[in-house]
């Protein structure tokens, strides 16, 4: 059976070719749950991000970088970033804009643990591994003391969830993995079971942020 890993590299792969390809993130029965396009996250910039970036005062690790799109920025402005990504097409993709990435598990051994000033979980990537609250307290420790985890939320109104989702990109569906979703009407309760509090929240371009850090 196909991997999400293989349907996600492919359509990176489409994205750097100049493509607009989309994946859709579907639940067992194979119900859309919602649709990325994936091209928005190639760009050099994200409508929403320039607060996000802004935030950045200091050394950054993005969980699930993608392509690169942010780290690529930081590094840019002369600042010490670091991706992390599971899939090595979004690596590569990264390290061709000139920027640094690791191919890994955010729960696998970091680099600097515990020395980061932002953690970065933007574009859904709240979702890894299908438990926000263990994924916050992960990228907690992985922050410095008065560090913070700069987190992407869903809009007020949308639910909450976690649950097996599948990838496809209209052709091939890959087999099931762990996946979650935070709207920000959830967030404090989240925060809160991961021993975090939410400094502030923002919205820009109609996407949702906050700013957490370990109580």
């Not at 991706?83 to 690791?102: I, N, W, Y």
């Not at 979703?181 to 975090?196: F, P, Q, R, S, Y």
Request: aromatic share 6%; with cysteine; charged share 20%.
């Amino acid at each position: 059976m196909t991997s999400a890993l293989a349907v996600y590299g492919a359509a990176l792969r489409a994205a750097a070719r100049g493509d607009r390809p989309a994946v859709h993130l579907v639940d067992v029965n194979g119900q859309p749950l919602r649709t990325e396009h994936v091209a928005v996250w190639y760009k050099p910039h994200r409508p929403g991000d320039t607060g996000l970036l802004a935030r950045c005062a200091g050394p950054t690790l993005d969980v699930g970088c993608g392509p690169g799109r942010l780290v690529g920025a930081l590094t840019e402005r002369g600042q010490i970033a670091l991706g992390v990504d599971a899939s090595a097409e979004a690596v590569r993709q990264t390290r061709r804009r000139g920027a640094a990435a690791l191919h890994r598990c955010v729960f696998s051994p970091m680099p600097a643990e515990g020395r980061w000033q932002h953690i970065l979980l933007t574009d859904g990537n709240i979702g890894i591994g299908g438990d926000p609250v263990r994924l916050l307290r992960r990228c907690g420790a992985l922050a410095i003391g008065g560090g913070d985890v700069l987190a992407e939320l869903d809009r007020p109104g949308e639910q909450s969830w976690t649950g097996r989702v599948a990838l496809s990109d209209g052709t091939s569906t890959s087999g099931s993995f762990a996946w979650a979703a935070v709207g920000i009407d959830d967030l404090a309760a989240v925060a809160a079971a991961a021993a975090m509090t939410v400094l502030e929240t923002w919205t820009e371009a109609d996407r949702w942020f906050a700013r957490l850090r370990t109580t």
